[in-house]
């Protein structure tokens, strides 16, 4: 991005670094030095289109191309009204063109196609759909909501765990301290063997190590097992009950797929199958597919079977199961040629 260069004051990167660049609705770039020139009473034009912008809605440039901040911008304004689900249309082809629509609108907008027509079309649906936006915006905001609760749990969760496991460490370290003490005095005072003293210490340590991990693994176990989770270890069911999730949508009943052979209508004769046409010497006068070619999945047995198959399609023919087929149509005709000319 240091080629980068204000079209007003023609500044570039390479030789400010400090220069941030700024977009807005236009998607052309200005630096932030101008932007504060031209628009110091809070509106101007655009030095290079002259449309009228507003100075608070400049931002930073985040890519290096401004046309896709412009699109950035356009996409989320537009999606905002344009919030409609699959649950809200009856069939998936219907939902599939609505999205189809909604493209067709931000493409239109982003590179200024028509753009009369389009407000319009955009105006139009606010007007028809503003309910269902409004109450699409409120699910998601509520959705949004149930979000940051599982989240925040799930970080008060773990934020528990580690209290547990650094509580238990400290009680380990406690107890392994207490043994040591214990050690000394009994090597100091006691009468007893030292060895055989030595040997029961390192045993109770052992148990004090077995007995640790199972007194956290337990006590952080309890707090897992009152809700389940998602795949990705997100905990549902925090809210008291599953109900505020949205029931999953109906799917349509549809037959099972079942495979149908494809039926060729030839006003000619039936070409041969492919699989018979290196047997009946169809490749003498094709050339043979390069290595490259076969790599790519090509063999000349596919062209000369669409080249007979276009042939045969052109062809007028006579079928057997009509009264005379094409051969005794002809004889037939070749007899009364004879019979007129006897006559």
Do not use: W
Request: charged letters at 30%; aromatic letters at 8%.
């Amino acid at each position: 991005m240091d080629d980068q260069t204000c079209p007003k004051c023609k500044t570039t990167k390479y030789r400010n670094p400090a220069m941030v660049l700024m977009v807005n609705a236009c998607g052309h770039a200005l630096c932030e030095s101008c932007v504060e020139l031209l628009f110091a009473k809070g509106s101007g034009a655009c030095p290079e289109c002259k449309i009228p912008l507003r100075r608070n809605n400049f931002r930073v440039q985040l890519f290096e191309d401004s046309a896709v901040d412009k699109e950035v911008d356009i996409r989320k304004r537009i999606l905002k009204e344009f919030n409609k689900r699959q649950e809200d249309f009856p069939t998936l082809r219907e939902y599939n063109d609505y999205l189809e629509e909604v493209e067709t609108i931000i493409f239109n907008l982003v590179f200024d196609v028509d753009t009369t027509n389009t407000n319009k079309i955009i105006d139009n649906y606010k007007r028809e759909n503003k309910d269902i936006t409004q109450r699409n915006k409120n699910r998601q905001s509520q959705e949004e909501m149930e979000l940051e609760e599982l989240l925040e749990a799930e970080k008060t969760q773990q934020q528990e765990k580690a209290n547990l496991y650094v509580n238990a460490e400290l009680e380990e370290k406690k107890q392994k301290h207490k043994a040591r003490e214990k050690l000394i005095d009994e090597l100091m005072f006691s009468d007893a063997d030292a060895k055989s003293i030595v040997a029961s210490h390192v045993q109770a340590t052992a148990a004090i190590a077995k007995e640790q991990p199972k007194l956290a693994a337990a006590s952080g176990g309890a707090a897992v097992v009152k809700s389940s989770k998602f795949s990705s270890g997100i905990q549902i069911g925090l809210r008291g009950t599953q109900n505020s999730f949205l029931p999953i949508p109906k799917q349509e009943e549809l037959p099972l797929y079942s495979y149908t052979a494809t039926v060729f209508d030839y006003n000619g004769p039936t070409p041969p199958a492919i699989e018979t046409l290196g047997r009946l010497n169809y490749f003498a006068n094709i050339r043979a597919a390069n290595t490259a070619e076969r790599a790519g999945g090509y063999t000349e047995a596919l062209s000369c079977c669409r080249a007979l198959q276009e042939a045969m399609g052109g062809l007028f023919y006579c079928p057997q199961s009509s009264h005379k087929n094409f051969s005794t149509a002809v004889t037939d005709l070749a007899g009364e040629v004879d019979d007129m000319e006897t006559t």
